[in-house]
């Protein structure tokens, strides 16, 4: 079971940082993800981290937004900085076998978090 957290309203030029927390045994295991879905758009990858702390990251959000974890609380972060209106979505954390962008290989989606940047 995963659940997001840490979304809420921000100015432009502000900071955020996301949480997902997670139970169960296997979590430092795990390949940790975290996407966005803005209305009316698909379901966009954001970042993932492997239980090495291997990361990836869309191209165009690396250098803003920074995916870490703390194994010892079962938890993924998203550091997101200088955000911009554009980054106005939900959030979603959840896991994966391999490491990848696409989210049809990811599972265990938790409820999402809203992040709403205002201009």
């Known amino acids: 079971q995963l659940q997001a957290s840490g979304g809420g309203l921000v100015q432009a030029g502000g900071s955020l940082r996301l949480s997902c927390g997670a139970s169960?045994?296997?979590?430092?295991?795990?390949?940790m993800g975290w996407f966005r879905q803005a209305p009316g758009k698909e379901r966009e990858f954001v970042s993932a981290?492997?239980?090495?702390?291997?990361?990836i990251y869309t191209e165009s959000l690396q250098g803003r937004f920074t995916i870490s974890r703390d194994n010892a609380k079962n938890t993924v972060y998203l550091q997101m900085n200088s955000l911009k209106p554009e980054d106005t979505a939900v959030y979603f954390c959840?896991?994966?076998?391999?490491?990848?962008?696409?989210?049809?290989?990811?599972?265990?989606w938790g409820q999402g978090t809203q992040v709403t940047v205002s201009s």
């Open positions: 169960g045994r296997n979590f430092s295991n795990t390949i």
């Open positions: 959840a896991t994966a076998a391999v490491l990848s962008r696409i989210p049809t290989t990811y599972h265990n």
């Open positions: 981290i492997t239980s090495g702390a291997t990361t």
